[in-house]
């Protein structure tokens, strides 16, 4: 059983810069890909970002891409998203999600453990 915290969310203006974190604890965690989702008001959970079990591979929405970064530290348990030159429209409920599986997957259903979520809110 694996359990995941996300930290780091809260209130920004438009241009500025988050870094949300996620730990893990339980299980085994260097052997699972990591991924980023979110979900704001009225609208459906949406893929973000992705890592793979030992950080060589990643995965981003077209929508973060260049301006989100995904990393992982395997030592410490942590997965990190890095949000550069955010805009109003990732205002969100940010979640972080656990695999059973090494390799990146863009979709919620390939994820079996998730977070509480922590909320992003960026002001224009």
């Known amino acids: 059983q694996v359990q995941l915290v996300e930290s780091g969310g809260g209130l920004v203006q438009a241009g500025g810069s988050l870094r949300l974190s996620c730990a893990a604890s339980?299980?085994?965690?260097?052997?699972?890909?990591m991924g980023w989702f979110r979900q704001a008001p009225g609208k459906e959970r949406e893929f973000v970002a992705a890592i793979s079990w030992s950080g060589g591979s990643t995965a981003y929405a077209d929508s973060v891409k260049g301006r989100f970064t995904i990393s992982r530290d395997n030592g410490k348990k942590i997965v990190y998203l890095q949000m550069n030159s955010l805009k109003p429209e990732d205002t969100a409920v940010y979640s972080c999600a656990a695999r059973t599986a090494r390799a990146v997957s863009t979709s919620f259903n390939e994820y079996g453990y998730w977070g509480q979520g922590a909320q992003v809110t960026v002001s224009s």
């Open positions: 339980g299980g085994t965690f260097s052997n699972r890909a």
